[in-house]
């Protein structure tokens, strides 16, 4: 790539070269997010065994954006590391990923509304729909900015990432407990 004041180039090659001093952090946060996803198909494979019912609304509503999350963050930096030509690729990818997850924070918040397993608290509103919202929206914002600030937004992106790390661990140990919980209460069994 040439180096010129023309055309942002200066920019452009200084944004580049600061992706290789993230690489060891999207190796961390990939990886993190790749072994939590798998536990999460475990500990659903495990509920489901134990023969705890719950309604495809309450898993789409509680459990299913605990995956997303992960994945969103394995994806991220997936992105991050790869070798691209130029910084707008990947913002542009950021930004469809960002854009998505906002997305389906609303497609989350009405499956929460209309399940009946459980009534959510403040709590589950702030983690399972306004810190992912908080999230995505930084995502959008920093993947328009990434080419023109790189050094900064960086930062913004890995808090952005770090943060669905902790959302879906937060979210994943909140299920567990609850359905360890409920597990292991009695069942109510009326008879006529």
């Not at 509503?61 to 995956?67: C, D, K, L």
């Not at 994806?75 to 906002?102: H, K, R, T, Y």
């Not at 770090?162 to 909140?174: E, P, Q, R, S, Y």
């Amino acid at each position: 790539m040439c180096i010129s004041i023309e055309g942002g180039s200066i920019v452009q090659e200084t944004g580049m070269s600061l992706l290789p001093a993230w690489q060891n952090f999207y190796v961390i946060i990939g990886s993190a997010a790749a072994a939590l996803t798998g536990l999460m198909f475990v500990v659903i494979t495990l509920i489901a065994r134990a023969g705890q019912r719950r309604s495809s609304e309450s898993v789409g509503a509680f459990g299913t954006p605990t995956v997303v999350h992960f994945c969103l963050a394995l994806l991220v930096a997936a992105i991050l590391s790869a070798p691209w030509q130029a910084l707008w690729n990947a913002g542009l990818l950021l930004g469809l990923c960002g854009l998505g997850g906002v997305i389906y924070v609303v497609i989350v918040l009405r499956r929460a509304r209309r399940q009946t397993d459980y009534e959510p608290v403040l709590e589950d509103w702030l983690w399972h729909t306004v810190f992912p919202l908080v999230s995505y929206t930084g995502l959008v914002v920093a993947a328009l900015l990434l080419p023109i600030y790189p050094a900064p937004v960086l930062f913004i992106i890995a808090a952005a990432t770090v943060l669905l790390l902790f959302i879906g661990i937060h979210n994943a140990w909140d299920n567990v407990t609850y359905i360890a919980i409920e597990l292991s209460q009695p069942q109510n069994k009326s008879q006529d």
